[in-house]
Nanobody
Framework: QVQLVESGGGSVQAGGSLTLSCAVS????????IKWLRQAPGKEREEVAQ????????IYADSVKGRFTISRDAAKNTLYLQMNNLKFEDTAMYYC????????????RGQGTQVTVSS
C-alpha cells in the first residue's frame, strides 16, 4: 500500500521560494505518475507538475513552467517540488498524488500542505 506524506508548506512573500517534500512509503511501480496538485478555496483542483516514474519525464502546468521544478530522490523515497518566484496566485493547499500514468486511476493521495504567498 502506497502512502504519501507532504511537508514543507508555509507562508512566504511574493518572489520568495519554498520546497515541498512528499515522503513515499510502499512500492512505487514504473507504471505510476507522481503528481503535485493544488487547490485554492473556491477554485478547481489543478495539476501543477508530474513525474513519470518509468520514463523519468516531467510535465508542468503553464502557470508554473519555469518557476517550479519537480524531482525525485529514489534513495530517500522522496519527491520534491521546488517553487521559485512565488506569486500570490500560488496560494493553495498542495497535495502529492500517485496515479497510474495511462489510465489515471488513483493509487494514493496525501493529506496536503498549505502554501500561502503574501503580496
Amino acid at each position: 500500500q502506497v502512502q504519501l506524506v507532504e511537508s514543507g508548506g508555509g507562508s512566504v512573500q511574493a518572489g520568495g521560494s519554498l520546497t515541498l517534500s512528499c515522503a513515499v512509503s510502499g512500492y512505487i511501480s514504473s507504471d505510476y505518475c507522481i503528481k503535485w496538485l493544488r487547490q485554492a478555496p473556491g477554485k478547481e483542483r489543478e495539476e501543477v507538475a508530474q513525474i513519470n516514474i518509468g520514463r523519468r519525464s516531467t510535465i508542468y502546468a503553464d502557470s508554473v513552467k519555469g518557476r517550479f521544478t519537480i524531482s525525485r530522490d529514489a534513495a530517500k523515497n522522496t519527491l520534491y517540488l521546488q517553487m521559485n518566484n512565488l506569486k500570490f496566485e500560488d496560494t493553495a493547499m498542495y497535495y502529492c498524488a500517485a496515479d497510474f500514468c495511462y489510465s489515471g486511476r488513483s493509487v494514493a493521495r496525501g493529506q496536503g500542505t498549505q502554501v500561502t504567498v503574501s503580496s
